[in-house]
């Protein structure tokens, strides 16, 4: 029987892995700080509970970090990750019940995915939004496709609405930082962005931090805070785990006294769909970039980001190349969040 060093966050085993709203605040903690427990006590802190186990990577979109952190985190762990490539090497995919299939796809989920549970222990889905329709985006097709007819765990790489993954590795450096969590003042601010891009990491940072007790505030133009179903969301969330959050136009009063600075940009709400419309609307707002003249008015404020970045877009190189930036060991405990993760699903 596989002995581990460290104790895993037990009530997660066999689950899938679609948003930190999966887990409770108190899961939550457990998971970085076994994260963070992990990091701490080197490579072999888990020993290998994935020994003779795959993980399918499915990735309908470009990654970066996600890829290469998640095939070492299997790695690490003793397991074989199977990066796909749909429509590259794979088969293109149908995800849409009833459809008559003649168009591109070859294949449906509803074979794909029960295969691919027959070979491999758990598959991560990494799928962005057509960025078309809200309340369709909302319902994350693709990646609940594959929740609903998988046979193990499915875990987000980052879908429609969110990127949990990347929020594990957030909260985790925020908790590495400045310890305790709660009632630290975040702030995630709208950053200008010569495209449109998706709400999955903002709404993962914001769900996963006031999950954490934090007082988040969310500072964007008018167009871009985001709309009363989110924000009733976001305030239940909050007010369940003694944390607050206020929305704002006005950049002052979220970078004063701020702990984190985590800039993003994301589709505007009041134009979504409308990709035109909303590079029109933005163009009044190219100053919104995080300068070292902002993070002045912050309380020693971090600087924090997902990567990729414009650099002098959505934050100066004086920020992004200083101190205050933690851009790189976010991205590093991306591999130390999903060792963790990986470990409590599938030991």
């Not at 076994?34 to 701490?40: D, F, N, R, S, T």
């Not at 952190?69 to 074989?80: E, K, N, P």
């Not at 199977?82 to 168009?103: C, F, K, R, S, Y």
């Not at 006294?257 to 163009?283: C, F, M, N, P």
Request: glycine letters at 6%.
């Amino acid at each position: 029987m596989e002995t581990f060093k460290l104790p895993l966050v037990s009530a997660l085993k066999g689950r899938h892995f679609l948003s930190t709203g999966d887990l409770s605040g108190s899961e939550l903690d457990a998971l970085l700080s076994l994260a963070l427990a992990g990091k701490k006590a080197g490579r072999q802190a888990f020993g290998s509970p994935l020994a003779g186990r795959g993980v399918g990577l499915v990735f309908f979109n470009p990654s970066l970090r996600t890829r290469t952190s998640m095939i070492m985190a299997t790695a690490q762990l003793g397991g074989q990750a199977v990066p796909l490539e749909i429509g590259a090497g794979t088969w293109n995919l149908e995800h849409q019940d009833g459809v008559t299939m003649d168009g591109t796809a070859t294949e449906h989920v509803r074979e794909a995915v029960p295969v691919l549970g027959r070979y491999v222990d758990a598959i991560g889905v990494r799928c962005f939004p057509a960025l078309k329709d809200l309340a369709f985006d909302r319902t994350d097709p693709v990646l609940n496709a594959f929740a609903r007819h998988s046979t193990v765990p499915v875990i987000n790489l980052e879908s429609s609405m969110h990127h949990p993954c990347q929020a594990l590795a957030d909260m985790m450096t925020i908790k590495e930082r400045l310890g305790d969590l709660k009632r630290r003042k975040v702030t995630l601010i709208w950053a200008n962005h010569p495209k449109v891009l998706p709400h999955a990491v903002p709404n993962s940072f914001a769900l996963a931090a006031l999950q954490s007790g934090v007082d988040l505030t969310i500072a964007a133009p008018p167009a871009y805070l985001p709309d009363d179903q989110s924000v009733a969301a976001l305030k239940q969330v909050a007010a369940v785990n003694g944390g607050q959050l206020q929305l704002t136009t006005e950049r002052q009063s979220a970078y004063e006294g701020a702990e984190v600075i985590y800039a993003k940009s994301w589709a505007s709400t009041r134009h979504y769909g409308q990709i035109e419309a909303d590079l029109d609307y933005r163009r009044a707002f190219v100053d919104w970039q995080v300068t070292a003249e902002w993070m002045l008015r912050t309380n020693n404020g971090m600087f924090m980001h997902c990567l990729p970045v414009r650099r002098n877009v959505v934050v100066a190189d004086a920020v992004l190349d200083s101190q205050m930036s933690v851009v790189i060991d976010q991205a590093e405990n991306r591999l130390h969040a999903q060792k963790a993760l990986l470990a409590s699903i599938l030991a």
